[in-house]
């Protein structure tokens, strides 16, 4: 961390003196284009939120993993703005027992501990077979459904991106796949951008609820899945954190964060490589390039789109600003993980299980080079980019991310060669006005 070379504003400057939260798309698969003003005019900016209140916007690479390492920095949010809250990551209002996303230190270590040995890289390559299975059986489906109907248009979202990714995640924790229509809904409702605090209340309580009636169910019969796994050790040890109200919204965490992120990946991952053929080619006539292509889509697309939210427990300096205990900052992903500079540091945080094949740490400092990180480049040695987060809350379930984003879109392009968009690109509906960036409906034909 920085020394501050510049004093902040004041905190009496108004919110509403202050430019906003960037939010406007040019290109659907780009940023609002201020980010990238910003990162090299004002890297850490004072910004205005959305519903009021103001805090500091970060876009450099460097600052971005700075203050997402830093303790100085917590996710504990009780100052934060409630729709900034919304408007970055689903968080829960309070920092209940097992709501890895809202704790600090040895609290939120006692809780992601037990859950860490279900997503090792070694685990999800058991995985593997069993996800390719998933993949092939939903492909037959679809060419039988499109086969029937004389070639109707099918929709890539709801036949394949979200079906895969739920079982996935169902199977592993150990929920039933009849309830997918719960669940998705539930996930659907707390991740739109403009849902009202009572809404998300409510859509809470039923998560809740249905994870609570879970657990109760696996206690009195377990089977070999992750949730009666974590219920046992919860048996065992009941002085320990694993209380039912952890279970419960540890659970409800890994069963949204297992299908929304990925299944919104694989349908944004799967339109973006559509609109560049000669890279789509590429990745068909190399099918080993899947694992730098799946690196370069989630650099490239961001789908967590507004960033992560932070609050300083201390005063502090990024990037040579001050920033003031109880202020809030906005680690702006997308424009972080589209810095030249990112590329240094490359190293084993990537946990590609990757060989010395892929190039890693020879990236643009090798060379002297700044790389144009605007553009997708799916033969790009990897970069250690930010879409999975950094520092303690990595993003937990990345090597099962990784396994579903590399096995559907190789499958998806291997099987059917002459996929194609089946509407104008202006027609497809963008998940704008979600917290998790995507497509709604990704209609294709062959
Ligand atoms: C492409 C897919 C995914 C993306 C882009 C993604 C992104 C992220 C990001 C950025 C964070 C960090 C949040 C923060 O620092 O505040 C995170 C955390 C997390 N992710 Fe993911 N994720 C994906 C898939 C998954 C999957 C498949 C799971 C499986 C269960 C998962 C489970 C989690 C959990 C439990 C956390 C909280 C970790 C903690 O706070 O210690 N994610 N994810």
Redesign the pocket.
């Known amino acids: 961390m920085t020394q501050p070379t510049q004093a902040s504003p004041t905190p009496s400057d108004a919110a509403s003196d202050l430019p906003s939260l960037p939010r406007r798309r040019g290109c659907p698969f780009d940023p609002d284009p201020e980010y990238a003003r910003l990162r090299e005019e004002r890297p850490v900016s004072r910004i205005a939120f959305p519903s009021g209140g103001s805090g500091w916007l970060v876009t450099r690479y460097a600052d971005a993993r700075a203050v997402?390492a830093d303790p100085a920095f917590s996710?504990r949010l009780s100052t934060g703005s409630p729709h900034v809250r919304r408007t970055l990551?689903p968080l829960p209002e309070q920092a209940l027992p097992g709501a890895?996303?809202r704790l600090d230190g040895a609290e939120?270590r006692s809780y992601?501990r037990p859950v860490i040995q279900a997503?090792t890289v070694r685990r999800v390559q058991q995985l593997r077979p069993r996800i390719q299975r998933i993949v092939d059986e939903h492909l037959d489906a679809i060419e039988h459904t499109a086969r029937r109907s004389g070639g109707a248009p099918v929709d890539l979202v709801a036949e394949l991106a979200l079906p895969v990714t739920s079982l996935v995640?169902c199977e592993l924790l150990g929920v039933r796949y009849e309830d997918r229509a719960t669940f998705q809904g539930l996930a659907g409702r707390l991740l739109t951008i403009d849902i009202t605090p009572e809404q998300a209340a409510q859509a809470r309580l039923e998560l809740g609820a249905f994870l609570s009636d879970l657990v109760a169910a696996k206690r009195l019969d377990p089977g070999a899945d992750l949730l009666s796994t974590l219920i046992a050790q919860a048996d065992a040890d009941p002085d320990g954190p694993l209380n039912d109200l952890a279970l419960t919204v540890l659970g409800s965490?890994?069963l949204i964060?297992?299908h929304e992120?990925?299944a919104n990946?694989i349908s944004l991952g799967a339109l973006t490589l559509l609109q560049h053929p000669e890279q789509l080619a590429a990745l068909r006539a190399e099918p080993a390039l899947a694992d730098r292509a799946v690196e370069e889509l989630?650099r490239h697309l961001t789908?967590?789109q507004f960033g992560?939210l932070r609050v300083a427990t201390r005063d502090t300096a990024v990037g040579g600003r001050a920033i003031r205990a109880g202020e809030q900052v906005v680690v702006a992903?997308p424009a972080a993980n589209r810095d030249p500079d990112l590329g240094r540091g490359a190293g084993p945080e990537l946990g590609l299980g990757a060989g010395p094949d892929l190039g890693l740490g020879a990236g643009p400092d090798a060379v002297g080079l700044r790389p144009d990180l605007e553009q997708l480049d799916i033969t790009r040695p990897p970069t250690a980019h930010l879409?999975?987060?950094f520092?303690?809350?990595?993003?937990?379930?990345?090597q099962?991310?990784r396994a579903?984003?590399q096995i559907t879109l190789t499958s998806l392009f291997a099987r059917l060669p002459a996929l194609r968009l089946a509407e104008p690109l202006d027609q497809v509906p963008f998940r704008d006005d979600m917290i998790i960036y995507g497509v709604h409906r990704l209609l294709v034909t062959w």
Do not use: D, N
């Open positions: 997402l996710s990551i890895l996303l939120h992601r997503f995640i965490l890994l964060a297992g992120t990925t990946m989630l789908i967590i992560l992903l879409a999975f987060g520092g303690p809350h990595q993003c937990l379930g990345q099962l991310a579903e984003l």
